[in-house]
C-alpha cells in the first residue's frame, strides 16, 4: 500500500501546469543536453518561446534514437504539428519526417543534417543548419594563416604533418569537415602529410588517450593537431600539456609546441584560447541555427510560412552546393543555411559570454 | 446475524488485503495508468496513446524476459545494453540497401532472413559464452557478464568501425515499423514471446528446474537437477532473446549505431524488478516481467506526455525503482 502512495505523490507532484491556454505549439526533440552545443541550441529556443508566447514542448532524447522516436510519437499524440529537431542520426530523419508528414505537420532539422529523402517527404521540411564542410574550410584558413604567420614551423617542402582526431566515424559533421579542411589546405598549395588519424568519438578522453599514444609514438613529429570539435581538441590540449609538449613563450599564440584547432568555440575551449592552450576554433552558430529553426517552425504553426520565407534574416539556398541535403535542386529551396565563423586570437573575446 | 455480516466483511476485507499484497506489481500499475488518466483528461487510455506505449517498450520487454528467467534462476545480465547493440549492427549490416555506398557490404542484397539469423544466432553466442563461463567456470555472473558486456561493445565498435550502419531495406523495417490492422507488429512478437516463456516457466520441468536452483541450488542438485546445465540453458535463452531484441531495435530505428540500446540492462532489470521478480531469486512470473515493463513504460510516458524535464525523469525513475525493491526485500525479509 506504501508504494501506492508514494507512486500517487510523485504523480501529483509531476501533475503541475498540465494544461495551458491555446497558443502556438511547437515540440523541440534536443538529441542530447549533456552536449554543450546542443544545451545552448535548446537554452536559446527557450528564451525565443518565451518571447513569442509559444507552449515550446522541448524533450531530450539523451542521444537515443528511440527514445527520440517515442517521444515524437507522443508529441503527436498530443496533437503537436511542428517541431524542432536535432536528430540523433541522419538516417533517421526520413522516419520522422514521415511520421509528421502522416497528421499533416512540418519540421526544420538542426547540427545533425536531415537526408535528402527527408525533405523530399514534404515541402514542409527544412535543413537549418551550417554546411559542414564550410568548418573544415574554415580550420584550413586558419591553418594557412598561422603557417604563413610562422612559416618556421613547416616541415620541409611546404609539408604539414598532421594528427587528426575524428568525430563518430560516418557522422556527417565528422565526413565533411575532415574532407574539407584536407582539400582546402591542399588547394592552398601545401603537401599535406597524415601522420595518424583516428576517431575519439567527439569525446574529451577518448582524445587524450589517443593523443598520449601518439606522442610517445610521433615525438616532433608532427606540426599541427586537427579535431572535428573542441572537445577532442581540449582532449589533445589536455594530453600535450601533461607530456609538457610545450614551449616558454606563446608568441605564435599558444604555449603548446604545436597548434590544436577545434571547431564549435564552446565557452570552456574559448577560456583554453584565452589561456594560450588551445590555438583557435570555429564557431558553430546554436544561436543562429535555432533561431532559424524556430522561425521556421514558428511560421508554419501560425500559417505564416510560404516558398522563400526568410527566417533570421536568412533565404532559402537557390543552387545546388557540394554537401547533402542541399545538393539536391528538388529540395534545395528547403535548405537554410547558417554560416559558420572563424574563431581566433583576434575575435575570441566576442564570443566569451562573461 | 449482525455478527455474520461483520464477520463477512472481515473476511471479504481480509481476502481485498491478500489480494493487494500477491499482486502489489499489477495494483501499482493500474494506478499509475488510472492516474495519468486523470492527469491527462482521459487521452492516455486512447488507442494512439496506448499503440505508442507498445511499440515503445516492446524492445526492452524481450530484453526484461530474458534477464527476468535469469534473475529467477538467482543470476544477472549486465551485458544486455552491449549485446543487443552488437546484435542490431549486426543484423543492419546484412539488411542494408545494395545501392547504399557507404553499406559494410556495398552491393550486396542478402536474402531477408540473413539478418534475422545472424542477429538472433549473435545474441545466442553471447548468452551461450555467459551461461558457460558462469557455470562451468565458476565466474559470478556480475563480473562474467560485465567482461561480456565490455566484449560485445569492442566488438560492435570494431564491426562497424564505429559508424552509423543506416540506410536498411524497407523489406526489413517493416518487420518492426509494420501493423497487422491497428496491432503494431511489435507488439504481436512480444505476445508471441509471452506465450513461450508463460508455457516454459509454468508448464516445463526446465521451468521448475530454474525456479529451484534460484530458490536454493544446493537442494536443487541434491534433488538431481543439473544445475550447470540448466544455468547455461536460461542464459543461452536469453541471448536469444537479446538477439530478437537487437533484429527488431534495428528494423525499428531504421540504423544501428554504437549508441543503440545503451542502457537497456539497466531498464530491463529495474522493470522485472518493479514486476515483483525477487533478487533473491526463485521468484517472478511470465505476467510480472511484462507488467514490470508496462509500469516503468507507462512512468517514462507520462513523463514524456506530461513534459517532464530530462534530468527530474531520471530523478524519479530512480525513486521508483529504489521504493519497488525496497518493497521487495521487506516482504520476502518477512518470509525468510
Known amino acids: 500500500m506504501k508504494k501506492l502512495v508514494v507512486i500517487a505523490l510523485v504523480l501529483a507532484v509531476l501533475a503541475g501546469g498540465v494544461f495551458a491556454a491555446p497558443k502556438p505549439v511547437i515540440g523541440a526533440l534536443i538529441r ?33 534514437q528511440a527514445t527520440q522516436l517515442d517521444q515524437l510519437n507522443t508529441l503527436i499524440t498530443q496533437g503537436v504539428k511542428f517541431f524542432v529537431i536535432v536528430p540523433n542520426q541522419t538516417e533517421a530523419t526520413e522516419q520522422m519526417a514521415k511520421a509528421i508528414q502522416a497528421v499533416g505537420g512540418g519540421a526544420a532539422f538542426s547540427n545533425i543534417q536531415p537526408s535528402v529523402a527527408a525533405l523530399k517527404v514534404g515541402p514542409n521540411f527544412f535543413l537549418a543548419s551550417s554546411p559542414e564542410s564550410v568548418a573544415g574550410s574554415i580550420q584550413a584558413d586558419i591553418i594557412d594563416n598561422y603557417f604563413k604567420k610562422n612559416p618556421g614551423k613547416l616541415a620541409a617542402g611546404k609539408t604539414i604533418n598532421a594528427l587528426f582526431l575524428l568525430g563518430q566515424l560516418g557522422h556527417p559533421a565528422q565526413k565533411y569537415r575532415t574532407e574539407a579542411v584536407k582539400a582546402g589546405l591542399v588547394a592552398k598549395g601545401y603537401k599535406l602529410n597524415v601522420i595518424a ?138 535548405c537554410y543555411l547558417v554560416p559558420f565563423k572563424a574563431v581566433t586570437k583576434d575575435n575570441y573575446k566576442s564570443f566569451m559570454t562573461k | 446475524m449482525a455478527a455474520n455480516n461483520a464477520a463477512g466483511t472481515l473476511e471479504a476485507r481480509k481476502g481485498f488485503r491478500a ?15 488510472v492516474g495519468l488518466g486523470l492527469l491527462t483528461s482521459g487521452r492516455s487510455f486512447e488507442w494512439p ?11 526492452r520487454a524481450f530484453a526484461a524476459l530474458g534477464v527476468g528467467m535469469i534473475i529467477i534462476t538467482r543470476g544477472i545480465d549486465l551485458s544486455i545494453g552491449y549485446v543487443v547493440c552488437l546484435v542490431a549492427s549486426v543484423a543492419a549490416s546484412f539488411a542494408q540497401t545494395p545501392d547504399y555506398t557507404a553499406a559494410l557490404y556495398p552491393g550486396i542484397d542478402f536474402p531477408l532472413w540473413l539478418p534475422l539469423m545472424a542477429g538472433v544466432v549473435t545474441g545466442g553466442i553471447f548468452g551461450l559464452f555467459n551461461g558457460v563461463l558462469i557455470a562451468y567456470g565458476k565466474l559470478p555472473a556480475f563480473i562474467a557478464t560485465l567482461g561480456t558486456m565490455s566484449i560485445a561493445r569492442g566488438a560492435q565498435l570494431i564491426y ?54 534460484g530458490g536454493n541450488s544446493m537442494a536443487a542438485r541434491v534433488s538431481g537437477i543439473n544445475v550447470e546445465r540448466e544455468t547455461v540453458v536460461v542464459y543461452t535463452y536469453a541471448g536469444l532473446l537479446y538477439g530478437i531484441a537487437g533484429c527488431l531495435l534495428a528494423g525499428r530505428l531504421g540504423l544501428a ?50 513534459g517532464v524535464d530530462s534530468y527530474y525523469q531520471l530523478l524519479v525513475k530512480g525513486f521508483i525503482i529504489i521504493v519497488a525493491v525496497w518493497f521487495d526485500m521487506k516482504k520476502y525479509a518477512r518470509r525468510a
Open chain 1, 197 to 334: 588519424e583516428d576517431t575519439a568519438n567527439w569525446k574529451p578522453d577518448e582524445a587524450q588517450q589517443k593523443m598520449d599514444a601518439w606522442i610517445a609514438a610521433y615525438n616532433g613529429k608532427f606540426n599541427i593537431v586537427i579535431t572535428n570539435n573542441d572537445g577532442m581538441a581540449l582532449g589533445a590540449v589536455e594530453s600535450l600539456l601533461t607530456a609538457k609538449y610545450t614551449k616558454s613563450d606563446a608568441a605564435d599564440g599558444t604555449i603548446l609546441k604545436v597548434p590544436v584547432l577545434g571547431v564549435d568555440a564552446t565557452q570552456v575551449a574559448l577560456k583554453s584560447m584565452s589561456e594560450d592552450k588551445l590555438y583557435a576554433t570555429v564557431l558553430q552558430d546554436s544561436v543562429g541555427q535555432s533561431s532559424t529553426a524556430f522561425e521556421l517552425a514558428l511560421a508554419m504553426a501560425t500559417g505564416k510560412y510560404k516558398p522563400g520565407f526568410k527566417a533570421w534574416g536568412l533565404s532559402p539556398e537557390t543552387k545546388p552546393g557540394s554537401e547533402a541535403p542541399a545538393n539536391d535542386a528538388a529540395v534545395i529551396g528547403q
Open chain 2, 257 to 306: 549505431n554504437a549508441l543503440t540500446a545503451n542502457g537497456m540492462e539497466l531498464d530491463a532489470i529495474a522493470a522485472v524488478t518493479v514486476g515483483g521478480i525477487s533478487q533473491t531469486g526463485g521468484v517472478g512470473t511470465m505476467s510480472g516481467m511484462i507488467i514490470g515493463v508496462l509500469t516503468l513504460g507507462i512512468i517514462n510516458y507520462g513523463m514524456t506526455y506530461l
Open chain 2, 49 to 59: 496513446s496506448v499503440r505508442n506505449l507498445m511499440i515503445a517498450e516492446s524492445v
Open chain 1, 32 to 64: 542530447n543536453l549533456d552536449e554543450q552545443f546542443v544545451a545552448d541550441y535548446a537554452a536559446n529556443l527557450k528564451v525565443l518561446a518565451a518571447k513569442a508566447g509559444v507552449d515550446l514542448k522541448l524533450l531530450d532524447s539523451r542521444s537515443d
Open chain 2, 160 to 213: 562497424t568501425r564505429a559508424a552509423v550502419v543506416g540506410s536498411l531495406k524497407d523489406s526489413y523495417k517493416v518487420i518492426s515499423q509494420g501493423s497487422l490492422g491497428p496491432i503494431p507488429n511489435l507488439a504481436i512478437y512480444v505476445a508471441i514471446a509471452c506465450v513461450f516463456i508463460w508455457i516454459l516457466l509454468r508448464h516445463t520441468k526446465r521451468g521448475t528446474n530454474f525456479y529451484a536452483i
Open chain 2, 19 to 33: 489480494f493487494i499484497s500477491k499482486n502489489t506489481n499489477l495494483v501499482t500499475f493500474i494506478t499509475l495508468a
